[in-house]
């Protein structure tokens, strides 16, 4: 998806309030034909430009207490300004986030298997709906493992959720691991795998940017949204960012190369200046730079 230039600016844009009746001035595919409420929750966090920043704090589900997220509110309070989401479980919601706080939930609801165990695929749905419903989310979000010996479960996990979300209104985000085996990360299996989340009937699509990611992107029908991975130089996650919503991502889920960053306040800035006003890498790296200083 091309991508219009704009003027650059001093500073990331904060997310600005939801405009629902706005038409997006970007395509966001495979959202009309649910209902409003689904839409409605859509929308709070795929903002009216089509794009998207998520911050992704559930890695301790199976990592544990992860480096920099040991208490992830000092990593998520003073990110929460800049994000137009939040990925976390909800044990991670109601000991780090303030219940006035209006940033919008994603809640990660798969889980079950942990780093030292003998496989990561082997997930089951961890949090009910009407949790979900209860912690007032704008989404939920599980982990599919395909061509692995839980492939089937994992698919039929997003089967189930996609049925229990589109009657609660709630969008689905599929994330499409691939556990410890980062190696997977190619056109070729990301391609399919982002397509039978997409066939499955997700909302919005999580996966890895890969080389070919355009290739990626035209065969999925949902929106995707791009990890961050391993921590990576600020600006070489910067470039990644700019490839991926080049390519036709619309935007980011983004963890590590956020809250593991020297400077994740100025990081969360610069990200967002790329995703939302076509701040290309040069001019996200000198934001990053001036932001760093203050
Ligand atoms: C996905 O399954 C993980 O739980 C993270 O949400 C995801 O990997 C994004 O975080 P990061 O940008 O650190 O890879």
Redesign the pocket.
């Known amino acids: 998806m091309a991508t219009s230039r704009r003027p650059s600016k001093a500073r990331a844009s904060p997310p600005e309030p939801a405009r629902i009746n706005s038409p997006p001035a970007r395509e966001v595919r495979n959202t009309g034909a649910h209902g409003w409420g689904l839409h409605n929750r859509l929308s709070r966090f795929l903002r009216p430009d089509g794009r998207t920043v998520m911050l992704?704090v559930?890695?301790g589900y199976f990592l544990g207490p992860t480096s920099r997220l040991e208490v992830p509110r000092r990593a998520v309070t003073p990110l929460l300004p800049y994000i137009d989401s939040l990925?976390c479980t909800r044990g991670v919601l109601r000991s780090s986030v303030p219940p006035e706080s209006t940033t919008p939930v994603v809640l990660r609801v798969s889980g079950g298997p942990s780093v030292v165990g003998p496989t990561l695929a082997d997930e089951h749905i961890t949090t009910a709906m009407k949790d979900a419903l209860r912690l007032n989310c704008s989404g939920v979000g599980m982990?599919i493992f395909v061509g692995t010996a839980h492939e089937s479960q994992t698919i039929r996990n997003l089967g189930d959720l996609v049925t229990e979300g589109e009657e609660a209104g709630m969008p689905v985000l599929a994330?499409t691991?691939v556990g410890k085996e980062l190696e997977k990360r190619d056109a070729r299996y990301l391609g399919l795998c982002t397509r039978i989340a997409a066939e499955i009937g997700a909302h919005v699509v999580k996966t890895y940017y890969c080389e070919g990611f355009d290739k990626v992107v035209e065969g999925c029908m949902a929106p995707i949204v791009v990890?961050?991975?391993p921590k990576l130089p600020e600006k070489e996650a910067l470039e990644l960012t700019y490839n991926s919503v080049t390519a036709g991502a619309a935007g980011v889920?983004?963890?590590?190369?956020i809250w593991q960053s020297e400077h994740p306040v100025a990081m969360v800035q610069a990200v967002r200046a790329i995703v939302h006003d076509d701040h290309d890498v040069k001019e996200a790296w000198q934001l990053y730079g001036e932001l760093s200083r203050d």
């Not at 889920?253 to 190369?257: E, T, V």
Request: negative net charge.
């Open positions: 992704a559930d890695h990925m982990s994330i691991a990890a961050g991975g889920d983004m963890g590590r190369n």
